[in-house]
């Protein structure tokens, strides 16, 4: 499986978003005892722009399709393991998509349309794992916060790294 190298790197992220994934990451494997994505794995970067945590899961090896209104940064829009779709990610649908081992999400929304969204593609079965970063608009909504905890073989973690977030995981074992 993939290797992490936990050590701050200012050089070669194209942001310190990719600080929140791999602590993410971290906690995933360890809750759910299974293996980092790697090269077997294909990942889909949903609002990936300018490329932080695509890049993670590029040092690990993974295949990963980047969606975004923005491009990424030269590196990886030149990397030929990063197919790249410039669209709202949340428009598309996961027939249209097809199966990903791993989806990731740190897009700016509403905890409601992530909620959804999230539940659109394990109703499709096409994914197994998620990890997702639910961005709180002003006050914080348990109420929902809890429906995405309730969602079986799911976690809800405050990381080092989220601000005003919360990281929700979903492991399809």
Same mark, same amino acid.
């Given at each position: 499986?993939?290797?992490?190298?936990?050590?701050?790197?200012?050089?070669? #992220?194209?942001?310190?978003?990719?600080l929140?994934?791999?602590?993410?990451l971290?906690?995933?494997?360890?809750h759910?005892?299974?293996?980092?994505?790697?090269e077997?794995?294909?990942?889909?970067?949903a609002?990936?722009? #300018?490329?932080g945590?695509t890049?993670?899961?590029?040092q690990?090896?993974?295949?990963?399709?980047a969606?975004?209104?923005a491009e990424?940064v030269?590196?990886?829009m030149?990397?030929?393991?990063v197919?790249?779709l410039?669209?709202?990610?949340?428009?598309?649908?996961?027939?249209?998509?097809?199966?990903?081992?791993?989806?990731f999400?740190?897009?700016?929304?509403? #905890?409601?349309?992530l909620?959804?969204?999230v539940?659109?593609?394990l109703?499709?079965?096409?994914?197994?794992?998620?990890?997702?970063?639910?961005?709180?608009?002003?006050?914080?909504d348990?109420?929902?916060?809890?429906r995405?905890?309730?969602?079986?073989?799911?976690?809800?973690?405050?990381?080092?790294?989220?601000?005003?977030?919360?990281t929700?995981?979903?492991?399809?074992?």
């Amino acid at each position: 499986s993939g290797n992490l190298v936990l050590e701050e790197d200012h050089e070669n #992220p194209p942001s310190r978003a990719y600080l929140k994934l791999q602590e993410a990451l971290c906690r995933f494997v360890s809750h759910f005892d299974v293996d980092f994505p790697d090269e077997n794995s294909t990942c889909f970067d949903a609002g990936a722009c #300018p490329g932080g945590w695509t890049w993670v899961l590029r040092q690990l090896g993974s295949s990963v399709f980047a969606v975004d209104r923005a491009e990424l940064v030269p590196a990886l829009m030149n990397d030929s393991k990063v197919k790249f779709l410039k669209h709202d990610a949340f428009t598309l649908k996961p027939n249209e998509l097809g199966r990903f081992d791993w989806i990731f999400s740190d897009v700016i929304c509403y #905890p409601i349309r992530l909620y959804e969204w999230v539940n659109l593609w394990l109703d499709s079965g096409l994914v197994k794992n998620m990890i997702c970063t639910i961005k709180m608009q002003g006050e914080i909504d348990w109420n929902l916060v809890e429906r995405f905890a309730e969602i079986p073989n799911s976690l809800v973690v405050h990381l080092n790294y989220n601000k005003h977030e919360l990281t929700w995981m979903h492991c399809e074992k």
